[in-house]
């Protein structure tokens, strides 16, 4: 992706360049705010422990809603970083306000992150085809669960809806997983282990964060394999193993279904196929289950 600032000359450029079945020019991006520890997630409401502030956009709302309907007037495919429930809102009413001038299409724009959503958001994503872009581990990354900054600057009133990713699922939003590498590691089996828990390495908080929130394993394997090769416009080549489909396949060193949920985080890849042919395989001891 490259950035949507306005200049549509480059993204015109790169569409052409990256079209192969490996390489693909996927779209823009731009991030609408920061993050909720450093009062800088734009929010709907002021922050718990500061008032004063709500958090503001990055960009002024005019020139990124002016960027976003050029482009999608263009066919590009849009993802906005939103963190805030404020930069979420603002993110589904510029692509409300892009179908209503440009039309509706299948574009595949995408809100990535998503730390908390306003209740009366929630059904936008799958009224208006937007993709929901989550990587669990971002629970993680904001520290500690237990006194951590991050819930006294939402409050008890928002904390039900931080990483709402079992809300919008069961309300109809498209998925897709990703780890948001490198800010935080490249590791899915530890991403498909903290949507499924919800903890802390430690264990923490007993029950997991916002236990509603929880997901099934299979439902967060198919958010990190369907959810994004639909993401990509390659659900028909990718995603699930399926005749007609590329042969790109990883076999693990255990079945994710038959092991206690605390192994997921240590189960290690033996076999790497891509395209039909093995691209990686581990030479040590002990065979594929």
């Known amino acids: 992706m490259t950035a949507l600032n306005g200049d549509l000359e480059r993204p015109k450029m790169l569409r052409e360049k990256f079209k192969s079945d490996k390489l693909m020019f996927s779209g823009l991006k731009q991030f609408l705010d920061g993050v909720p520890t450093t009062y800088t997630a734009y929010l709907v409401d002021p922050y718990s422990d500061r008032p004063d502030t709500q958090g503001d956009t990055l960009i002024p709302i005019d020139r990124v809603k002016e960027w976003a309907l050029d482009a999608d007037n263009e066919g590009f495919r849009i993802r906005f970083h939103a963190c805030g429930d404020g930069a979420v809102r603002l993110g589904l009413d510029i692509f409300e306000e892009a179908q209503k001038a440009n039309g509706v299409r299948d574009s595949r724009h995408t809100i990535e992150h998503i730390e908390v959503i306003h209740p009366e958001d929630i059904d936008r994503f799958s009224e208006l085809g937007i993709i929901a872009s989550m990587q669990p581990e971002h629970m993680a990354a904001a520290e500690k669960f237990k006194d951590n900054d991050y819930l006294v600057r939402l409050g008890k009133k928002r904390e039900h809806l931080t990483w709402p990713i079992r809300t919008l699922q069961d309300r109809g939003a498209r998925m897709a997983f990703g780890t948001d590498f490198p800010v935080v590691g490249l590791e899915p089996m530890t991403e498909i282990y903290r949507a499924v828990t919800r903890v802390h390495n430690d264990g923490n908080p007993a029950g997991g964060w916002n236990p509603n929130e929880k997901i099934t394993l299979a439902e967060a394997l198919r958010n990190y394999t369907l ?56 030479e040590g001891k002990g065979k594929p289950n």
């Open 227 to 282: 959810g994004s090769a639909y993401g990509g416009f390659c659900e028909n080549e990718l995603g699930t193993l399926e005749k007609g489909k590329l042969a790109d396949v990883i076999v693990l060193d255990r079945n994710l279904f038959d092991v206690p949920v605390e192994e997921i985080r240590e189960t290690k890849v033996k076999l790497t196929v891509m395209d039909g042919k093995v691209v990686f395989e581990d």
